[in-house]
Nanobody, 125 residues
Framework: QVQLVESGGGLVQPGGSLRLSCAAS????????VAWFRQAPGKEREGVSCISSNGAITHYRDPVKGRFTISRDNSENTVYLQMNNLKPEDAAVYYC??????????????????WGQGTQVTVSS
């Protein structure tokens, strides 16, 4: 049974940092691409970053480039999202999702077959 469990969210001041974790079970993260999405109230879920199965390819959406870093630990079967210099517009529920293939290409929701329950990130002074 495939499961994804996010953790690491919380309340942080603007300019602060958080590291989100996505612990996977039922599959190994070195065989499928994994992405992070976020959804703010009243907005559509949007892709944030993706890492390929071998970790060689990472992709970031423009709003987070230079501030967020996605990584993977095969021994822990976990994908991370390090978020630095957080801004109020980064506040959202963050989800990790398993892609149906090993590479990152697009963030269409239909390309992801398993999702975590989400973790809340609040950026406020």
């Amino acid at each position: 049974q495939v499961q994804l469990v996010e953790s690491g969210g919380g309340l942080v001041q603007p300019g602060g940092s958080l590291r989100l974790s996505c612990a996977a079970s039922g599959f190994t993260v070195d065989r499928y691409a994994v992405a992070w999405f976020r959804q703010a109230p009243g907005k559509e879920r949007e892709g944030v970053s993706c890492i390929s199965s071998n970790g060689a390819i990472t992709h970031y959406r423009d709003p987070v480039k230079g501030r967020f870093t996605i990584s993977r630990d095969n021994s822990e079967n976990t994908v991370y999202l390090q978020m630095n210099n957080l801004k109020p517009e980064d506040a959202a529920v963050y989800y990790c999702a398993k892609r149906t293939v090993y590479f990152c290409a697009e963030y269409a929701l239909s390309q992801f077959d398993h999702w975590g329950q989400g973790t809340q990130v609040t950026v406020s002074s």
